[in-house]
């Protein structure tokens, strides 16, 4: 089983939809959590933590289910800045300097 | 603007010849800088942690003596690929944490081998 697995994907949308990623993580002890969004031949950046009370950034939103092991991100009225591809990302306890574990990513694609 | 900084952004070299990349954080100090590499289509895999005055901890599978990781002050971390091979052609980025957990990420270094 990989340790940080996402929705294959692609996700094609048109604008204005909402759209969800699922990531599911294999080590309990894992102590945060990220999703990151990389663009095509670029390096990714940081679009939010998440948070084990959920959080909202504008149309973005994240929740964390730490007894299933499971994170979500949901994007809502999507804009066609928002294509790119999607990365769950989580550091494992036991590293203290910070290891982190990458999810294969999704695509998503929203057209006009 | 960026925090952290990534040099080159794109190498093309000739098989056998040794590629140095750069990655230094803008106005703090990182004691620990990652290496990762990434495939067409694929995700970020971590190759090596460096540690500022220490020996780099190497991830399962990554050679030591082909990827020479050199952090000589708490602003630079340099990775250098010996002797690269066409198979070595990737895309390699650095990162270093600012604060918490969250990891800043260089530019990347596209490196391509004939």
């Known amino acids: 089983r990989k340790e940080v697995e996402q929705d294959p994907g692609p996700f094609n949308v048109p604008e204005g939809a909402t759209v969800a990623f699922n990531c599911t993580y294999s080590?309990?002890?894992?102590?945060?959590f990220f999703w990151y969004r990389q663009d095509c031949r670029k390096e990714p950046k940081l679009l939010m933590s998440?948070?084990?009370s959920g959080n909202e950034d504008g149309r973005f939103t994240a929740q964390l289910n730490r007894a299933s092991q499971y994170i979500s991100l949901l994007i809502r009225d999507s804009k066609l800045s928002d294509s790119a591809t999607y990365l769950c990302?989580?550091?494992?306890?036991?590293?203290?300097?910070?290891?982190?574990?990458f999810g294969q990513g999704t695509i998503l694609t929203v057209h006009p | 603007g960026a925090v952290v900084s990534q040099h080159p952004s794109r190498v093309i070299c000739k098989s056998g010849t040794s590629v140095k990349i750069e990655c230094r954080s803008l106005d703090f100090q990182a004691t620990t800088m990652f290496w990762y590499r990434q495939f067409p289509k694929q995700s970020l895999m971590l190759m090596a942690t460096?540690?500022?005055?220490?020996?780099?901890?190497?991830e399962q599978g990554v050679e030591k003596d082909k990827f020479l990781i050199n952090h000589a002050s708490l602003t630079l971390s340099t990775l250098t690929v010996t002797s690269a091979h066409p198979e070595d052609s990737s895309f390699y980025i650095c990162s270093a944490k600012r604060e918490g957990d969250i990891q800043y990420f260089g530019a990347g270094t596209r490196l391509s081998v004939l």
């Open positions: 460096s540690n500022e005055g220490s020996k780099a901890t190497y």
């Open positions: 080590n309990s002890a894992s102590q945060s």
């Open positions: 998440v948070y084990s």
């Open positions: 990302v989580v550091n494992h306890s036991g590293t203290s300097y910070g290891k982190l574990t």
